[in-house]
């Protein structure tokens, strides 16, 4: 009688079975790889957006608080007349309209801009020059949308890398609060009463922008960073009486 032989190795189907295993694990690690890849790359997108709209936002609150700056600050006040019935008698002193106080918005198909005035002068000047014209916007334009700052009358240039950000939407407001300066006259006024001099006013400006951008190799990854920055050079008009 023929003794039984033992199987030695593994049969074709503990082959089969083991290879459908390591199939399944390098699977799933390979999906697992992916993933932190594809969440490493999502992350560094979202820092690159959010150190770009940082980095835009303070060139334009630095450029924004400057707005209205005349370089001639003593002539945008008034004083009283000093030293009466001396020999020094010096007469009141009126303050003078600010014309770098204004500011334009625009808003239109192919922009949404805020222009504004400030003097680069050191000596300053009455009126300003294309020079002292600057400004933000949003450049709308087919393969653009970039955010830009104005330096000097129509030359723009761009604070965004529209290669790597695409801004899909800018918004900016400036809001008024006008400051009754009566209490500090000499002399009553009241703008409610008729025939009544009218009070000088402060008109404090604050403006606030909000910056909505998305990757331009990634739409899921979008960013959104908001602001407010009050202007230095607040607008003083009108005068005590005399």
Known sequence: MTPMRRQRGIGLVELMVGITIGLIVAAGASM????????????????????????????????????????????????PPSAVGTQGEQPASVATPNHFADMVKTVNASETSLTY???????????PVDADRFGVRWNKRAGKN???????????QPITDPESLKIINFDISIDTE??????????????VVAGAPACPTHEVRRVSFKIVAEARHDTNVRR??????RMRADVITGACPV
């Open 32 to 79: 697992v790889a992916v993933n932190q890849i594809n969440e490493h790359r999502r992350l560094m997108l979202e820092t690159q957006i959010q150190q770009d709209l940082r980095a835009a936002a303070d060139l334009i609150e630095q450029d924004l608080r400057r707005a209205g700056y005349r370089g001639l600050p003593e002539q945008s006040v008034w004083a």
């Open 117 to 127: 005035l400030y003097s680069r002068s050191l000596v300053g000047a009455a009126e």
């Open 146 to 156: 970039t955010l830009e700052v104005q330096i000097g009358k129509d030359n723009w």
């Open 178 to 191: 006008p400051v009754d300066l009566g209490d500090f006259c000499d002399k009553p006024c009241d703008p």
């Open 224 to 229: 959104t960073l908001t602001n407010v920055g």
